[in-house]
């Protein structure tokens, strides 16, 4: 793999965060707001800051190469903020990147990945087969493969593989009901209901928002899982093992700070106002804001 340079150094590192310092939560775009929430969820005391790479998404149709560097750029921009952990809540970004960024930060800076859930739908499924949905870049990483090759053929389960380039820009722009999101839907998940899958396994951080499209149109033909609640439990783990779990409870602090690197934070924050949950606080700001 050819070496990639952060943006800064780690010859001049960070001292060892607090509890009380935030979490790090990366994604190419917006998608990963649902991981964030379900570890708002999980672990109400502590603080997010949250890098959407908008200039860049989406990171599907990019080639192994960039989406390891812009990642590695993402995750040091957290690292420097103070953050105490790093949560790459970005399926095709933790198939190429998670081994490089654990041996750069050390013990010091966890970091936790994603893979697509596809373990609970093998283990649930009665009709063995499943369908997983993710971008051409999360099926060429080495993580989910080997969850197929190691989990699922053993188990007999028949795994079909589907992906759309168009959807994660619909849910960017806040167009997850629209008439052309259906339709792309429909194409890409009609077969696989024709081929007898049963499950359906939301393999990028932006599907969660398509739940509520997908089950209207298929019902109980399809049952929808994702990975939010499992990195949410796997991030309390983490923090538990470097006494990182934060115990106060500080409401005067936003829960949810959002960063943005295609400067437009104000065009996003009426799709965000959508796609949060109300009882969560949040902002949303350009980083070139902050860093001027």
């Known amino acids: 793999m050819t070496a990639i340079l952060p943006l800064y150094p780690l010859n001049e590192p960070m001292s060892k965060a607090s509890a009380d310092a935030p979490i790090g939560i ?10 964030a929430q379900d570890i708002v969820r999980y672990l109400p005391n502590e603080h997010i800051l ?13 080639d192994d190469q960039e989406i390891r560097e812009l990642t590695a750029q993402a995750i040091e921009w957290l690292y420097r903020q103070g953050c105490k952990v790093a949560v790459v809540a ?11 960024l654990r041996q750069h930060y050390g013990n010091d800076f966890p970091i936790i990945g994603l893979v697509p859930a596809l373990k609970p739908a ?25 969850v197929i090759l190691h989990f699922a053929e053993p188990a007999g389960v028949k795994v079909l593989t589907v992906t759309c380039l168009d959807l994660v820009p ?20 009609d077969p696989i209901v024709e081929q007898g899958a049963d499950y359906l396994v939301l393999g990028c951080t932006h599907y969660p928002y398509l739940k509520e499209t ?23 783990r983490i923090l538990i093992k470097n006494e990182l779990i934060s115990e106060s409870v500080q409401r ?41």
Request: aromatic residues 8%; contains cysteine.
């Open 26 to 35: 990366f994604d190419s775009g917006i998608g990963g707001l649902s991981v």
């Open 50 to 62: 949250y890098y959407a790479d908008t200039a860049h998404v989406p990171y599907g149709p990019r």
């Open 90 to 100: 970005c399926n095709t970004a933790s198939a190429f990147s998670l081994d490089y």
């Open 122 to 146: 093998v283990l649930q499924t009665q009709s063995k087969v499943v369908s997983v949905l993710a971008t051409p870049a999360t099926f060429r990483g080495k993580l989910i493969n080997d």
């Open 170 to 189: 619909y849910v960017e722009a806040g167009l997850q009901k629209s008439p052309e999101c259906i339709a792309s839907l429909k194409t890409v998940l």
């Open 214 to 236: 997908i089950q209207a149109l298929y019902q109980d033909d399809l049952t929808l899982i994702d990975s939010g609640a499992a990195v949410a439990r796997q991030t309390a």
């Open 252 to 292: 005067s602090r936003t829960t949810l700070k959002c960063f943005v690197s295609g400067n437009n934070a104000d065009e996003l924050k009426p799709i965000l106002s959508h796609l949060i949950h109300s009882d969560i606080s949040w902002s949303i700001e350009n980083i070139v804001d902050k860093l001027s």
